[in-house]
Every structure is written in structure tokens, then in C-alpha cells.
């Protein structure tokens, strides 16, 4: 038997560009759904025909929130059984069901009229998953000779062609990925849902709920993010950019322990950048909103040696000490200071000595 000819199919017809938004329009609560489920994830349970039909949402833990939903066509909604999954294992069934390949190939189209024959080969969830990762399929290409099926499609308008399996296989892996970043950014312990609630708030002019929404607790984590990325440049030697993140995150956190924290690893980055006159600064603020002085006195009292402030220096010492750091992480800056001052510490002490014998 002759292989037959090459033959291409215009998609036009099956070209599902812009469904998901299209959706969005008649969803009241399609933004909140997208902030709190995620985008590509409420997008996946319509294409996997998971219906949610209420959500708990776990403000500390967002992973916790729990989804109800139904899976099946809204007319038989009596009939359905309702399920409860956490987001994380909603996430997670969304993709496994994507996953799950076709046992059966869907016989090849012949017409170019057969719509539904073009869509069962090339596969629905493709069809509607293409879209979402900016792919807008232009032609199904059914080669002679035994050759593999092609899609051509354009890619954020690029002109590409695939082995339809391959093209398959690319938005398989690009599921899983979606599950990997959700997984691994898990989104910390900040309700992201708020910032759209805050976004709502501040354009209806309600400064206090905006506030009230972005707390204490969101601000303090972006904050602890900040200094760890400030950390980071200064041990890569970019203190300049260190000290910009320091700075923002200090204007996140604007008091307590997380500005404390922040005030330290800003003195730390100046300090070891030789600007110790500047460091003095923001670890005496360091210590204002809470810093502990194990961690604050001993770089404050560099600090103060780099500038040859050698009393103040040896009281920083003194309260580390006190406060539990060893003599011994300390014993250079103790020595520099007791040689610096000579005679009259050793003066000072005595005299500490004989007022302590006559109490």
C-alpha cells in the first residue's frame, strides 16, 4: 500500500488563544481564585473539569488551604460527589490528571471540516494548554512516507514546527514544572491573596484596611528575605547593592527584632567595607529596637577601635562578655584595648578592686 501524500491542516477552527481569559470575564471571583489557587493551577482544574465550589483559606499557611470541589458537568451537580483536598494535594491531582496519557491514538483527520477529529489527535488538554505558555498553534502537518505528525506553531511570535509528540511531551514537562515552582516557593508564610485585597482597598481609598491587610508578620518576613539577600552581596564583595537591600528592608520591617536584625547586618556590611565611622550607627540602632548584645557589641566594639574610640570600645567588650560571648572570639579586640589604654585601665581596675574590698 502507497504511503499517501503530505497533507496540512489549518487550526483556525480549533485555535483556543485567550480561552482562560475569556473565562476570567464572566468569573466574579476569578482574580481572587487565580491569587490564591494560582493562575495556571485554577486554569488546570478547568481544563481537568474540577469545579471549586469553596475555599478555606489558611492565612498562615497557604499550602493548608482547603479547596472543595466537584469533577463533572454542572448539570449533574446532585449526582456529583463533593472532595476536599488541601491546596498542595489539589495542586498536585490537577497535575497528575494532565499527566495521564491517552491509551488509544485518536485516528488521524482526513477534512479539514472535521473539527473534532483535529482536536481528539492533536489532544484537548494540549489544545488548551498551549496558550497558557504563549504557544498559538497555526497548522497540523500529516507527512508521507511514515514521517511523524508536526505541529507549526508560533511561539511569543516566533514561528516554530515540533513533532506533535514532542510538543506534547514539552507541555507535560512544563506542568510538572508549574508543581515544582509552587512546591518549592510554597510561598512562604505570606498570604499573597491579600496584596489583590489590598490592591482593591487602596483604590477605594481605604488606607486602614490596606494596613490592616499587609501586617506586621508579612512585613517582618519580607524584611528577614531582604537581610539574607543583603548577606549574601556582601560576601560576594558587592557591599553597594548590600547596602541598598539593607536599607529597603529596613523600611519593610520599621521596628523590632526584624529592624534590629536588619540595623546589624547593615553595621556588619560597613564595617567590613573599612567605613566603621558609618557602621557605628545602625548598631547602636541595632541595639535600640532589641538586637542582643552578644550579637551587637563585639562588631560595635571594631567599630569603635577602627576609629580609635578605645573606652567606648572596651565597654562594648565588657557587656559581650557579660552577655555570655568568650574571651577567647574576642581576645584581639581586648588586647588592642587594654594596650591602647595602659596605665589608666590598669588604674581603673584597681580602683574597682579596692571599692569592691570595702563594701
Known amino acids: 500500500m502507497a504511503d499517501r501524500a503530505s497533507r496540512a491542516f489549518e487550526l483556525d477552527a480549533v485555535r483556543t488563544d485567550g ?94 471540516t472535521e473539527v473534532e477529529a483535529i482536536q481528539l489527535y492533536i489532544g484537548v488538554r494540549y489544545l488548551l494548554l498551549a496558550p497558557l505558555y504563549g504557544y498559538s498553534l497555526r497548522k497540523l502537518l500529516l507527512r508521507g512516507n511514515g514521517e511523524a505528525p508536526e505541529l507549526v506553531v508560533l511561539h511569543d511570535g516566533v514561528e516554530e514546527t515540533h513533532d506533535l509528540d514532542a510538543f506534547r511531551f514539552r507541555m507535560r514537562a512544563i506542568v510538572r514544572d508549574e508543581l515544582d515552582r509552587a512546591a518549592t516557593g510554597a510561598r512562604n508564610a505570606i498570604d499573597l491573596s491579600k496584596v489583590g485585597e489590598a490592591e482593591t482597598a487602596s483604590l477605594r481609598g481605604d488606607w486602614s484596611k490596606v494596613v490592616q491587610l499587609l ?76 538586637g542582643t548584645a552578644a550579637e ?36 584581639d579586640e581586648l588586647r588592642a584595648t587594654e594596650a591602647a589604654l595602659g596605665v589608666a585601665l590598669t588604674a581603673w581596675k584597681a580602683g574597682k578592686v579596692r571599692a569592691g574590698a570595702l563594701r
Open 215 to 290: 501586617t506586621a508578620d508579612a512585613r517582618g518576613l519580607i524584611a528577614k528575605g531582604l537581610g539574607l539577600l543583603g548577606s549574601a552581596c556582601v560576601h560576594q564583595g558587592e557591599v553597594e547593592q548590600a547596602e541598598e537591600v539593607f536599607r529597603i528592608g529596613i523600611q519593610y520591617a520599621q521596628e523590632g527584632t526584624a529592624a534590629a536584625e536588619l540595623f546589624r547586618r547593615l553595621g556588619e556590611a560597613l564595617l567590613q567595607s573599612d567605613r566603621a565611622g558609618e557602621a557605628i550607627g545602625p548598631l547602636r540602632r541595632s541595639l535600640a529596637f532589641g
Open 296 to 331: 551587637v557589641m563585639p562588631p560595635l566594639a571594631r567599630a569603635f577601635l577602627k576609629r580609635k574610640k578605645w573606652v567606648a570600645a572596651y565597654a562594648c567588650l565588657r557587656d559581650a562578655l557579660e552577655a555570655g560571648v568568650s574571651e577567647r572570639e574576642i581576645a
Open 19 to 112: 480561552w482562560f481569559e475569556r473565562i476570567g470575564e464572566g468569573i466574579g471571583s476569578f482574580q481572587a481564585l487565580c491569587e490564591i489557587i494560582g493562575e495556571r493551577f485554577f486554569a488546570f482544574s478547568i481544563i481537568v473539569g474540577a469545579r471549586i465550589t469553596a475555599l478555606t483559606v489558611d492565612r498562615r499557611n497557604p499550602d493548608l488551604s482547603l479547596v472543595d470541589f466537584v469533577v463533572g458537568a454542572r448539570d449533574n451537580d446532585e449526582t456529583l460527589e463533593p472532595q476536599q483536598l488541601t491546596l498542595a494535594d489539589f495542586r498536585r491531582r490537577l497535575v497528575g490528571a494532565l499527566l495521564v496519557e491517552d491509551d488509544k491514538p485518536a485516528p488521524e483527520p482526513t477534512r479539514d
